[in-house]
């Protein structure tokens, strides 16, 4: 039976996979099966993502992977699913064969264990006995980050809605049982009171009947701590997919629309994203169970001696509540956008604050922060004078209604005192559950405007990477790039950028780009690096477009390192700086090659100097580094990516002549296809 599959079916491995598990709607494009299983992965919808298979790590990898693809020389393995100690492949012909998971993890670490096998017989050949399991441990531990596979795990898209993702986590599920758990709640707390009042309104209240009262209310007892555990978990589960999706929303905006915006509405936006999570999940529940409750009076009114009235009653308090529900979420609504307001505008202040101190006149530094403060005060006034309105108004305006259609029945004297004391438990349970809506009404008013906040950031999570896609086709031999027509505009301009750009790079080619400022030369580089996609022409890169590489496929082949301000030096060690665009941790090769590119930039003294060398903290709260030694940094961050085109974007600008003739000299030496932009 054919196990491994071989590469040229790479799609048709993924389709199935996908179809399996319900991942995707549509399926692989068999054109890019050959190039890259993300890209593979991307054209059906679904995410590939790589995972290091580390010696001391292969039955946690395996246990955790499903559904995954391993690599296995030249072809591939499809994990389907793990059941228990087993795991269950789909062979070549599309049957499943389940395999014990100890088999599989052995065949990985068979080459790390035959290789050092020799020398670990001659140490331990005088132990006489558990030979094995020290042998084993050994290795391991010599052994243990060595690295003996390839796994790409194999999930649903992050572009997927966000019901998708929720569906997909286990927070409908926990959802529904918290559902039948509050009902079941209910349902017992009704039938408890129902069994003594009924004993005490016939005269019987005897033994049996207080013993079964007891049990029910003995009954809710494991009923209400079930329903606190489920809730936990429903809120965990939503709160990670909201802030999965949010994130990775964050990191798809267009890099116009955050300059536009500016840092201090991203924080804002940071700060109600964490309120909608807060607020929706202490506003929501007290919400949901309150129409829980309300469902349950209704049925419980339907039967006492109000009847139908009541119900009608209940009805129409629930249509003002919402009336003024909706009145309520203006007023919050026009208080949260000042609020941001002044949080944005505090912090784009805070970042000019210098320039402020030096440029702008002193009498008029807090005229606009003093306007804004009123408006802020006056809307803060109007919501606090309308919250009485939901938190006291919404239970007791309930009671005098109810009391007001209980009153015929007991003018007329018709109704029996059993159906009396229905009605009173209906309304009693109707205004609890009044209580807690309007004690969640405001948290949910406030994660509803919230999300209005965050909205930008889920709908820029669901927008295609690619605008469009063609057929890949090969370029000429040596041919690292081949634009033609290429195109660009940004969305709040008339006239393009970029029209009609067309030209090639090819392997060993040195090219200077320059032009006048705004004249696109910052704009070309980061079509050229993928991180902005043409709107016109077609562009290959090693003879291949952008949907058919995919986002990793290209940056891996092509890296920019932007203009100065664009560019940033984290705040963690410089090795990791250097190496961000590799794996991590860095094996000993990468902290080899980052130390002699920087010696050959002329970092060595500035490594020297560091108390802690590549391990230095930098950054804003580290070691600071000059304008220059930051250019040199942003040039090595990316010659050790050791992509085939290497564009550098004004990052010589900060050198002294005999520093930049040996960085110019490094990068020309390293770079296998270069491009530099410079002002003439």
């Not at 699913?81 to 789909?90: A, E, I, Q």
């Not at 390192?561 to 794996?583: D, I, K, T, W």
């Amino acid at each position: 039976m054919p196990l491994l599959w071989p590469s040229n079916r790479l799609g048709e491995a993924i389709a199935f996979v996908a179809r399996a598990h319900g991942l995707a709607d549509r399926e692989a494009e068999s054109s890019v099966a050959s190039v890259d299983i993300e890209a593979v992965a991307e054209s059906a919808g679904i995410e590939a993502e790589k995972v290091r298979m580390l010696y001391r790590d292969v039955d946690a990898v395996l246990a955790a992977s499903a559904p995954a693809l391993i690599r296995v020389e030249d072809g591939f393995l499809v994990l389907l699913r793990n059941c228990g100690r087993t795991s269950v492949f789909v062979s070549a012909d599309l049957s499943e064969v389940r395999i014990e998971r100890s088999v599989v993890s052995s065949l990985f670490r068979e080459a790390v264990e035959t290789s050092r096998s020799a020398a670990l017989d001659r140490l331990l050949e005088t132990v006489q006995s558990g030979r094995e399991e020290l042998r084993r441990r050994l290795i391991a531990e010599r052994f243990g980050e060595e690295e003996v596979g390839e796994c790409w795990l194999i999930r649903r898209s992050l572009r997927a809605s966000f019901w998708r993702h929720l569906a997909d986590s286990a927070a409908m599920t926990y959802a529904f049982a918290l559902t039948a758990t509050h009902v079941a709640r209910y349902v017992i707390f009704v039938l408890a009171w129902a069994v003594i009042g009924r004993a005490a309104l016939e005269g019987k209240p005897d033994g049996a009947w207080l013993v079964a009262w007891m049990l029910l209310l003995l009954l809710l007892i494991p009923i209400h701590y079930v329903a606190s555990t489920l809730q936990g978990l429903v809120a965990l589960a939503c709160g990670f997919v909201l802030r999965q999706r949010l994130l990775y929303g964050s990191l798809r905006l267009d890099p116009e629309q955050l300059r536009t915006d500016g840092a201090g509405r991203h924080l804002a936006r940071v700060f109600e994203g964490d309120a909608v999570e807060v607020l929706g999940r202490s506003g929501g529940f007290l919400a949901f169970f309150a129409l829980i409750e309300l469902t349950i009076a209704a049925f419980v009114l339907a039967g006492g001696a109000g009847g139908i009235l009541h119900v009608v009653l209940l009805a129409g308090w629930i249509l003002v509540i919402t009336v003024m529900t909706i009145a309520f979420h203006r007023r919050y609504d026009n208080w949260s956008s000042q609020r941001l307001s002044l949080t944005g505008d505090l912090v784009e202040r805070m970042v000019g604050h210098r320039t402020r101190l030096v440029q702008e006149p002193p009498e008029l530094w807090h005229d606009d922060e003093d306007r804004q403060l009123e408006g802020y005060i006056d809307s803060s006034l109007r919501l606090d004078r309308s919250l009485p309105w939901i938190t006291a108004v919404i239970p007791r305006g309930w009671i005098a209604l109810a009391l007001l259609g209980l009153a015929p029945s007991i003018l007329n004297g018709q109704k029996t005192p059993a159906a009396l004391a229905i009605s009173l438990g209906g309304i009693v349970l109707a205004q609890q559950a009044m209580k807690r809506l309007a004690t969640g009404l405001p948290d949910v008013i406030g994660a509803l405007s919230a999300w209005k906040k965050v909205a930008p950031l889920s709908r820029a999570a669901s927008q295609p990477r690619d605008r469009h896609a063609v057929i890949a086709s090969r370029a000429g031999e040596g041919t690292v790039v081949d634009a033609k027509g290429i195109g660009f505009r940004y969305g709040n301009r008339a006239e393009p950028v970029l029209r009609g750009c067309s030209f090639s790079v090819r392997t060993g080619e040195r090219i200077v780009l320059a032009g006048s400022s705004g004249s696109g030369k910052s704009t070309l580089a980061s079509i050229l690096s993928g991180a902005r996609l043409p709107d016109a022409g077609l562009l290959l890169l090693d003879g291949f477009d952008h949907a058919s590489l995919g986002s990793a496929g290209w940056r891996r082949r092509a890296v920019l390192a932007p203009q100065f301000h664009e560019n940033h030096v984290l705040s963690e060690s410089f090795a990791f700086n250097l190496l961000m665009g590799r794996s991590w941790p860095p094996q000993p090769e990468d902290w080899r090659d980052a130390e002699e590119l920087c010696e050959e930039l002329g970092l060595g003294d500035l490594l020297a100097q560091m108390p802690a060398g590549l391990s230095q903290m930098v950054g804003e709260t580290g070691w600071r580094l000059s304008h220059g030694e930051q250019s040199r940094l942003f040039i090595a961050r990316a010659l050790l990516q050791n992509a085939e085109l290497v564009v550098l974007d004004e990052s010589f600008a900060a050198l002294d002549p005999a520093t930049l003739q040996r960085a110019i000299d490094c990068v020309v030496r390293r770079a296998p296809a270069l491009v530099v932009i410079a002002h003439p």
